[in-house]
């Protein structure tokens, strides 16, 4: 199946640096989306984006669909503590499946 | 303000009994989704539905079973767990297909001995 390679696994910085992290994908996917999941919650839908060059912006949150399809990151800027969380990438592949990343684990320090 | 509803939200097993994990939307979404999380990686699809009185396999379904009988309602089983099975369980739904994005419950912490 779709492999999809999300990097770094985790970050450890400090408050008020930008963040950044992307994923990469095997083949061409028609949506990326950016989830950013709490503990003992569910992932919750950052950021959706579904056209080859779009780049969008969720208040400090700004994520870009690759030209190539195959690629998509997320930038964080001037980080907060509760931005603290697992951010997962994923991509969708045909109508309904998504195919998940591993995940960033971002820590914070203030 | 309730969304995609889990139910249990923990659960302890023995190895070789049964459950039923419940997923509620009150959204009016289509498709429902079951995944399961383990540590370090990703959400793995189990099982889907398209709607009601439809089920799909998706990546990892061997050992689970489900039901849509209700547009509302998506139903995970397990009929004979397995310690391999010790997992985080979300259930998702969405509007439609064509890139909508799904919605996910809080999650089912279940842990097989």
């Known amino acids: 199946g779709q492999q999809l390679n999300q990097s770094p696994q985790s970050m450890f910085i400090q408050e008020g640096e930008d963040v950044s992290m992307n994923c990469t994908s095997s083949s061409i996917f028609n949506t990326w989306l950016w989830y950013k999941q709490e503990p003992g919650e569910g992932p919750v839908l950052l950021i959706a984006?579904?056209?080859?060059?779009e780049l969008t912006s969720n208040g400090r949150l700004t994520a870009q669909f690759g030209i190539t399809r195959k690629d998509s990151f997320l930038n964080i800027s001037a980080s907060i503590p509760s931005d603290v969380g697992i951010y997962f990438c994923a991509g969708r592949e045909g109508a309904q499946k998504l195919v998940f990343g591993q995940g960033t684990r971002l820590t914070i320090n203030p | 303000n309730a969304g995609v509803t889990q139910t249990p939200k923990f659960r302890v097993l023995k190895t070789g009994q049964s459950m039923t994990l419940l997923c509620a939307q009150d959204?009016?979404?289509?498709?429902m989704y079951w995944y399961r999380q383990d540590p370090g990686m990703g959400l793995r699809l189990i099982h889907y539905s398209v709607g009601e009185g439809t089920t799909a396999k998706g990546e990892v379904p061997d050992g689970y079973n489900v039901s849509r009988l209700k547009k509302q309602n998506f139903l995970l089983g397990l009929e004979s767990a397995a310690p391999s099975q010790t997992s985080v369980y979300f259930c998702?739904?969405?509007?439609?297909?064509?890139?909508?994005?799904?919605?996910f419950g809080d999650g089912t912490r279940l842990s097989i001995l």
């Open positions: 984006l579904y056209k080859a060059g």
């Open positions: 959204m009016n979404h289509e498709y």
């Open positions: 998702a739904s969405s509007l439609s297909s064509g890139g909508q994005p799904q919605h």
